[in-house]
């Protein structure tokens, strides 16, 4: 195993025995590098600093100067954010409380096995939940059919694989499974529903997802409609927490429905790129629906509105769809029709194939918005 992929372990220990104890536990194996055992809990920060640990052990019963709660805290305000495994002795139980900084608990006499355990799972669950905080997850949806929603989720995510930001993109339109048909994607392909359901594993999605040759990997959605019922909002809940460990970027093509797997995206959303067109119909949806959004709790600054081929207003006024939303949409994407239907024919990203066309670059500047937004937590609204 490469060095690099080692958990750097510190120990805080003041009995000379147990010290003793976990060095031979973690002899054989080469998975953990210990970087050292102190006994002085009152330089934790200093020894952080230096030998930068992924995994601080601390003994909950330390008798020196500095005792386990103080140095505990010192790890927490020591601005590395790292976990930290206690160890106690059955008399004196402690349980986990990551609020606490606590992030796993071993009672001694513990095996080798358990250690290892305790370390590996902590890394694990740490690493998901820092960067769950960090992916962002762009829910494209618009509450009318026919807006160019599965054309810009692929275009968009496309242009944010382009822009070097490692990216996902979700089928959502579960029922019809509209980027199937756009890449001719063969129906025995995996989908959505191939994740096993209780505990999916890094290792599932290497045989799940779609590498399309534009670089970017699809979550396909079933093949067969009434597949769609079969997904569950606690599949999707699960799928999403493990596509947050890899991909920075996340983008869902979704359809029209509000109902509670589309509202499972939009919670987990950390922008709702809502798209519209001058059409009176699309517009009437957009105002309905931005002001449940509002009702819902979501925040003004998870919102955005794309107009799609705002070249063609058809004698609307602009200022209808902007006094419609309450403000001025965030991003226009021109009219091209002769460009979008060839390259969706050949399911090929018009992003590709022509781009320096106004409406490559309409889809390229909206990326790039997207990618420099800060990295926050989905928004809470309903949550
Ligand atoms: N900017 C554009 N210029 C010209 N044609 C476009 C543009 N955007 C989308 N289209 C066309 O509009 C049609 C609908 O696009 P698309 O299927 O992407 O929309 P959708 O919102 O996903 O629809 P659905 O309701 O089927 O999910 C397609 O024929 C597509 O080629
Ligand atoms: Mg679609």
New binding site residues.
Partial sequence: MASSDQIRLLVVEDVPQVAQYIRNLLNTQALVKLLDIVTDGGRIVADIAELRPDIVVIDALLQGKTRAPAVLEMVRQSGNSLPVILLTVPQTPIKPDPNRGIHAVLTMPFSGYDLLTAINQVKADFDAGSSEATSQLIAVF?P???????????NLAVSLGQLGRKTVLIDG?IQ?G?LRG?LKVPPDAPSILDLPTDRVAQSDLQDTLWRDPSGIDILMAPPRIEQAEMLTVRDVEKVLSILRRVYPMIVI?M??AINDINLCFLDNATTILQ?ATYESMAVRNVAAVTETFRAIGYPESKLRFVV??AD?AGGMSPELLARAIGRQPDHL?????R???AS?NEGVPFVLAQPDAP?SR?VRAIAVQLADLPRVPAAAGRR
């Avoid at 009318?144 to 692929?154: C, E, I, M, N, S």
């Avoid at 994407?333 to 029709?337: C, E, K, L, R, Y």
Wanted: glycine content about 14%.
């Fill in positions: 618009g009318k059919g026919g807006v160019g929603r599965t054309t810009l989720a692929f339109s019809y509209d756009l093509d359809s029209a798209i799609n081929r063609s994407v021109q009219s091209d029709g460009l979008v239907v969706n409406i309409d």
